[in-house]
């Protein structure tokens, strides 16, 4: 098999972290505004992916046009928990894959551009559709393959639940991707500590988590999820010749609403309108 | 016209389409028997094994539909199917990708290795699935020229092959074409509409039936979904009785998709099922398991015999 490795050869992007930080900010109370409007949603694991993403998308990482949202040279970005879609369509409106008077049809019917409680490719900017959890990094890898065998320098990022590790397809592609050596992968774990039914410790624990990604033979990171210069440092890591690349972020289920904050109840339920007035004023 | 399993006509196919560069093939580490080595020989760039993991196979080819490749994940239809019915219904039919889902190993020809090797359920389920659209051919002529459509054919399909070897029923005047059935022996009195295997089976029947006077037609139908509504009507319409046959269970296969447009057209015909009758078989040889479940040509001829009393 003739393999065609690419190096990080693009020019070092020099974020300003306090405008990102901002940014991140912002998200977090667009996403909150759709949810509370749509009368449901999963506020938790969005607030706890938002730095991740605004990373991503906003300090020059992911190379993409709306304008031009097919480009087969564009680097892709999975959201493989799906929920989180209150986050994905805020941060798809920031950058102007849809408008953000679109986000008034979240989860509603008749939705003009097919804004779903998970997301579907019939939302520009939306690869494919996510939401039975597993299935991301598989399709991540294959995404990868088709690339690289385009000749293209495409990376391609897969946002993580740390729930959706218990799925054994997670680790069937981890399997895959150091087979195939896809060092154009890149996974994101999100590891907010908390699922549906309970803190994911105790649901059914991942842990020793770097270990277990290190025994697939992936190049294995760790950051703090919410830090957001360790975020943009680590995205601009040179890859590894060979390894595909993990980052596992240990992030904050609902981050930045203190009351929502590494709590379970917090996952899949829209704020009532108490909540959000108090949860808007602290995110200021 | 070559008698062989469907299996290695696609295996021979897949090397003809290998020529264009966007076709890529998956197997899930049983690729010598599904023949989609002969590709991964001749284009090791493009060929995935992506060893015996079918979840993760769907949904890598999945990723590849989506960065513009046609690619054909390969497996036995038992695992490929059964493994994944999550992966089908979201990453392949829900997101509409370009993936052809290729299952080998079908139905109870499959033999000795019994019942979790023979899949019995497939059509049923793949042909409940939106997007998603089931091909099964009946010979060697008919491989070659599906796959070539299915390459060209842009969504979702399910393609199912045989393990064991087929008489070849077409020449190369022949013309496939997806949502077609054809008419493979012209008679009179009753139509038999059969699938797959079941097209030579019936033959064997008709050879039998022929000798006591028996004349009747016979209807290749090797696309389940989109079916051929037109030809069924016509023909159930202009015969007196109706039969399908089929190496698949009794429940959600051809004969469930003759009877649901018979019964959308409101066509009254005596109708005959030959299938599964569902049950779970055993091991044996295809023949045997043929004849004592209800799928042999001598079944089919006694079907016909008791429809035309």
Redesign the interface.
């Known amino acids: 098999m003739s393999l065609n490795i690419f190096m990080n050869d693009r020019p070092l992007a020099t974020p300003d972290i306090k405008q990102l930080e901002k940014t991140a900010l912002e998200l977090r109370r667009l996403a909150l505004k759709i949810i509370f409007q749509a009368g449901s949603g999963h506020p938790g694991g969005s607030f706890s992916a938002t730095d991740l993403m605004t990373a991503l998308f906003f300090g020059g990482i992911l190379k993409y046009d709306p304008k031009n949202p097919k480009d087969p040279k564009r680097d892709r970005f999975l959201l493989s928990k799906g929920h989180a879609s209150g986050i994905y369509y805020s941060v798809l409106a920031k950058a102007g894959y849809i408008a953000e008077s679109d986000l008034d049809s979240y989860r509603k019917i008749n939705s003009p551009r097919f804004l779903s409680g998970h997301p579907h490719p019939k939302t520009p900017g939306v690869e494919i559709a996510s939401g039975s959890l597993g299935q991301g990094l598989s399709i991540g890898h294959g995404i990868a393959l088709g690339t690289r065998l385009d000749g293209y320098d495409s990376k391609v990022y897969v946002i993580l639940g740390d729930g959706e590790l218990q799925e054994g397809q997670i680790w069937e592609a981890a399997m895959s991707a150091d087979k195939f050596k896809s060092n154009n992968l890149i996974a994101i774990v999100d590891y907010n500590k908390v699922a549906q039914d309970n803190i994911t410790k105790d649901l059914k624990d991942l842990e020793p988590l770097e270990d277990k990604w290190r025994a697939f033979n992936w190049d294995v990171h760790r950051i703090d999820g919410h830090d957001m210069k360790a975020i943009m440092d680590v995205l601009q890591l040179p890859l590894d010749p060979e390894k595909p690349r993990v980052i596992i972020a240990d992030t904050i289920k609902g981050k930045g609403v203190s009351f929502m904050e590494g709590k379970t109840a917090w996952h899949g339920v829209a704020p009532s309108p108490e909540d959000y007035e108090k949860a808007l004023k602290e995110l200021v | 016209m070559q008698t062989a399993p469907t299996r290695d006509a696609y295996g021979t196919a897949l090397v003809e389409i290998g020529s264009d560069?966007r076709i890529?093939v998956l197997d899930a580490g049983v690729s010598d028997s599904t023949r989609s080595k002969k590709f991964g020989d001749k284009f090791?760039?493009?060929f995935?094994n992506?060893?015996i993991?079918e979840?993760?196979?769907?949904?890598?080819?999945?990723?590849?539909?989506?960065?513009?490749?046609i690619?054909f994940a390969t497996g036995f239809a038992c695992f490929l199917l059964g493994r994944t019915m999550?992966?089908v219904?979201?990453?392949v039919a829900?997101?509409?990708?370009n993936v052809k889902l290729v299952g080998t190993h079908t139905g109870l020809a499959v033999g000795e290795d019994g019942p979790t090797a023979q899949m019995i359920v497939d059509i049923a389920y793949m042909r409940a699935i939106p997007n998603m659209i089931v091909v099964q051919p009946a010979d060697w002529e008919e491989t070659m020229q599906a796959t070539r459509a299915l390459a060209e054919y842009i969504g979702p399909a399910y393609f199912r092959l045989g393990r064991s070897k087929v008489k070849g029923i077409f020449d190369s005047s022949y013309k496939f074409e997806i949502g077609k059935g054809r008419v493979v022996k012209k008679g009179s009195d009753l139509v038999i509409f059969a699938t797959g295997i079941m097209v030579q089976e019936s033959l064997t029947a008709m050879e039998m039936l022929e000798k006591d006077g028996i004349h009747i037609t016979l209807v290749n139908i090797s696309t389940l979904k989109p079916i051929d509504r037109d030809l069924i009507i016509e023909l159930a319409d202009s015969h007196k009785a109706v039969i399908t046959a089929e190496d698949h269970n009794l429940i959600g296969g051809l004969g469930s998709a003759v009877g649901e447009v018979l019964l959308d057209a409101q066509i009254s015909k005596p109708f005959k099922r030959i299938a599964v009758k569902d049950q779970f078989a055993e091991t044996g040889t295809g023949p045997e398991l043929f004849e004592k479940y209800g799928l042999s040509a001598n079944h089919i001829a006694k079907a016909v015999k008791d429809s035309l009393k």
């Open positions: 560069p890529v090791p760039d493009r995935f992506m060893g993991a979840a993760d196979m769907v949904c890598t080819a999945a990723g590849l539909a989506t960065a513009g490749k690619p999550d992966q219904l979201v990453s829900y997101s509409n990708t």
